[in-house]
């Protein structure tokens, strides 16, 4: 008796787990819904509006980029103000063709991915070595991950 409770508890958890992960929708623009990015904040973070909705502070997943704006070493702003640089040339020159919204963060900010041109945004900030992949948890600590590669000043 007490494993079936035991059982039926695991089951209600992973439930409720996957209700509050799983995506709330997904868009692919066409010619009833559109996105685009109005305002980049940083390399992981931009202002999104989408025909039909109202406008969006996104946290994009998949990825983490440096600070820009609270960074702890001159070497992690560099790589920021890079980062956020290539995903303003992004936005000014490729189409989001697909959002996938995943809930909030503790800021209010909505969580999703993005892929512009048909790639996923995460894919080409971590392919051009601007970002790293990221899925949450403990935040990378830029400084000590960039003297170790050499690039500490």
Do not use: H
């Amino acid at each position: 008796m007490a494993k079936t409770g035991l059982f039926l508890l695991a089951g209600a958890i992973f439930v409720v787990f996957w209700l509050l992960n799983a995506p709330d929708s997904n868009i692919t623009p066409n010619s009833d819904t559109a996105c685009r990015i109005t305002k980049v904040i940083d390399g992981d973070t931009l202002d999104l509006r989408c025909t039909g909705r109202t406008d969006e502070r996104i946290r994009i997943l998949g990825y983490d980029t440096p600070e820009t704006y609270y960074a702890a070493c001159p070497a992690e702003k560099r790589l920021g103000n890079q980062a956020t640089n290539r995903l303003r040339q992004l936005a000014a020159t490729t189409q989001v063709t697909r959002v996938e919204r995943r809930g909030q963060d503790r800021y209010d900010r909505t969580l999703a991915r993005i892929w512009l041109g048909g790639v996923d945004l995460a894919q080409t900030m971590v392919s051009e070595n601007l970002a790293v992949r990221y899925n949450g948890g403990r935040r990378i600590d830029w400084c000590a991950r960039l003297a170790t590669s050499g690039i500490s000043e």
